[in-house]
């Protein structure tokens, strides 16, 4: 899991767990780090699991994926490891991004 960007790795992850094939699945986390205001290219796995907690549910139950919010919450560990492998210690903090969520919405 190392060598994943967590774009590709929840990607992965959401293929495997959802009905969504690949382009459905990457398009849909490219719409949620869009409304987070967030670069795939740039993503650390703090930013992304941020998404995956508060916006990615509602991009999945809007596709018809079953139990959305679990899909996601099992997702949260993965992310967890990738960042404590990562540097994303030295990047943007969760509260930043919730705030950018926050601002994004009004």
Known sequence: MADASAFDWVCSELEQRTCLDRLETRGTVRL??????????SLTAIQMKVVIEKVMPGELQSRGVENAEAVCRELAPGLDQLASESDDSA??????????LAGSSS
Do not use: N, Q
């Not at 949620?32 to 290219?41: F, Q, S, T, V």
């Not at 990047?91 to 950018?100: C, K, L, Q």
């Open 91 to 100: 990047r943007e903090t969760p509260e930043a991004v919730f705030r950018r």
């Open 32 to 41: 949620a780090l869009k409304e987070a205001g967030l670069d795939p290219r």
